[in-house]
C-alpha cells in the first residue's frame, strides 16, 4: 500500500493505492480519494462528557477505538 499527498486549489487529498497480485486472473487495485479536513467532534453529536472520555483514551495503557460503518462504507 502507497500514500501520495497532493494539493489543488487550497484543499489538501491524499490518495492511498493498495495493489493486490493473488494470481494471474485475481489482480485488484484500489485507489482511495481522502479529502483532508479538519474533525470536529461537535459533528458527532456527543456530549462534552463522552468527548473527554474519548480524547483520553489513547493515553491509557490499553485501549482500542473501534469505528465502523456499514458495509462498503470506506
Do not use: W
Amino acid at each position: 500500500m502507497r500514500l501520495y499527498h497532493f494539493s489543488l486549489s487550497s484543499a489538501s487529498y491524499r490518495v492511498r493505492i493498495a495493489l493486490n497480485l493473488k494470481g494471474i486472473d485475481a489482480e485488484s487495485v484500489s485507489l482511495r480519494l481522502l479529502i483532508r479536513q479538519n474533525f470536529q467532534f461537535r459533528a458527532l453529536g456527543l456530549d462534552p462528557e463522552a468527548e473527554v472520555i474519548i480524547r483520553d483514551l489513547p493515553s491509557q495503557s490499553n485501549c482500542i477505538i473501534l469505528v465502523t460503518g456499514p458495509t462498503g462504507s470506506g
